[in-house]
């Protein structure tokens, strides 16, 4: 009965602070599903942008987007790394249109993205609430932290229903003088990027007619939702 008495202790306070942590991510989840990556994989978006150039007229562009896995590779330092392809195209009715190649790797740190030689860590491993970091940790422009600021049981996008998603804010300066800059990203558990929304905006101040009225000179608005996932065969 002693022996049984020393094994039950541990274990009791273990789950005890198990159950306590309530910033954890729900038990059993592996970081790198928050990004699935395999040859033939796919995410395809919805794209809804407003660009300002001189005014609050702007100018509204749709179209969709689609992320495919087309090869995967191990790299010099032994990480698991894939080659995506991001292709374009109006609406169904036409052709996907080749835009860029994007390299993603897992690692102990996080996820990595590199696009044109310059990588970026858009998640940071073990994916939970209040982890900050620096986004820019693998390239050489200035500092700027990111957070995961909230982990949802669900989220719906596009009329369906994800669960498990990490919330992720690069930035959220609002004001209404000046202009605003927000940018959101939110990763689902075992499907990835799901949507993204940014704002990017500065309101017209060289008059004093419009200072303080939120009219917007210049910027982007950009909506980013999942339409469909899966594995190209």
């Known amino acids: 009965m002693k022996e049984v008495s020393r094994i039950c202790i ?18 059993g989840l592996e970081d790198k599903q928050f990004f699935p990556l395999q040859k033939g994989y796919f995410l395809q978006f919805q794209v809804h942008s407003t660009v300002y150039t ?33 292709l374009t195209r109006v609406n169904e009715a036409v052709d996907w249109s080749y835009q860029k190649t994007l390299q ?15 990588g970026f860590q858009i998640l940071k491993f073990p994916v939970l609430k209040g982890n900050e970091w620096n986004v820019n940790e693998f390239n050489i422009e200035p500092e700027k932290n990111i957070k995961i600021i909230d982990l949802l049981d669900t989220k719906e996008v596009e009329n369906l229903i994800y669960p498990n998603v990490a919330e992720v804010a690069y930035s959220k300066e609002v004001d209404r003088i000046i202009g605003n800059d927000i940018q959101r990203e939110w990763f689902a558990y075992q499907v990835g990027l799901i949507e993204t929304y940014t704002e990017k905006i ?19 608005i950009e909506s980013t939702k999942l339409i469909a ?5």
């Open 54 to 86: 001189a005014g609050p007229v702007g100018t509204v562009n749709q179209f969709q987007k689609k992320w495919l896995v087309v090869e995967r590779f191990i790299n010099d330092e032994n990480e698991e790394s894939f080659i995506l392809h991001e």
């Open 229 to 233: 996932y899966g594995v190209e065969e």
């Open 104 to 118: 993603a790797t897992i690692n102990r740190f996080g996820l990595i993205i590199e696009e044109d030689n310059k």
């Open 10 to 27: 541990p274990l009791f306070f273990i789950l005890l602070f198990a159950c306590d942590s309530g910033d954890d991510k729900p038990l």
């Open 202 to 220: 500065t309101y017209c101040t060289n008059t004093p007619a419009c200072l303080g009225q939120q009219i917007i000179q210049s910027g982007i």
